[in-house]
Structure formats: C-alpha cells, structure tokens
C-alpha cells in the first residue's frame, strides 16, 4: 500500500467550507462586537437583552473561537501542522462559549429548541475540523 503526502480533492472542498465557515463566523462577531445602539434599539427585546448583559468573557470565547478558527482554516489552506492548534484554540473558544449559552445566559430558554441548532452545528464542526487536521498531520499531508 503506497501513501501520498499529495492531498486529495476531499481535502481542498473542507478546506475551503472551512475557510467560508469562520469567515462567516468572524463576520458575526464583528457585527456583535461593532452593534450601535441605534441598531441594538431595533431589535427584538429579548435579542437585546442577551447582547447587553452578555459578560465580556463569554465574548472573549467568542473571539477566540471565530479568529482561532478562520486562522486555523487559512493554515489547513496552506497545509500546516500548526492549523490543529489553532483548531484546538478555537474549539476550547466554542466550548466556553457554549457553556454560557447552555448553562448561564437563559437563550434556551428564550429560543427553545430551535436554539439548539445553530450551537450544536458549531460544535460538531469544531470537534470535527479538529480531528480532521490531526488525521491530516497523521496522513503526512500537512508539514
């Protein structure tokens, strides 16, 4: 059985959802972090409430998860060993955030299940990008 260390068109499709994924994640963030308060003021009451009281770590996590994860992506693009670190970075970013959204901030309570998407998505795509680029390094496709 021969190995390459030549990535597979597989690799180049995640890569790139990746890369589109964290960019939409980053894009979120920045819309957070930036909200005036004219644009705060039209939002629904609840949605406003939960971007006024968030505590500042919780958006630190946040931070951590989407710039950790679009930095992550751009290694993975340019197939780096050091893109599972920032992966790593980014789903420890995730999983305090989520910690916040399942167990303090009350925006299960608010959304329902619906709420439950979205934050599950996120996980699973953090622990999978993770592992992912493990196997990557593990097949010698990044160096």
């Known amino acids: 059985m021969t190995t390459t260390d030549k990535p597979k068109l597989g690799f180049w499709i995640i890569s790139i959802i990746a890369l589109i994924w964290n960019s939409m994640g980053v894009m979120a963030y920045l819309g ?3 909200m005036t308060d004219e ?3 039209l939002l629904p009451e ?3 409430e939960m971007y006024e009281t968030r505590p500042p770590w919780a958006t630190a996590a946040f931070a951590f998860a989407v710039f950790g994860g679009l930095l992550a992506s751009i290694l993975l693009l340019l197939r780096k060993k050091l893109s599972n670190f920032f992966f790593l970075i980014s789903l ?3 999983f305090i955030q989520m910690i916040y959204n399942f167990f303090i901030s009350k925006s ?3 959304y329902g299940p619906w709420g439950l998407i979205m934050p599950s998505m996120i996980i699973i795509l953090g622990i999978f990008l993770y592992l992912y680029s493990k196997n990557l390094i593990n097949k010698g496709w990044l160096k």
Do not use: H, N, P, T
């Open 108 to 110: 299960i309570e608010d």
């Open 92 to 94: 420890i970013g995730i």
């Open 39 to 41: 644009a705060k003021s």
């Open 32 to 34: 957070q972090a930036f």
């Open 46 to 48: 609840v949605e406003r």
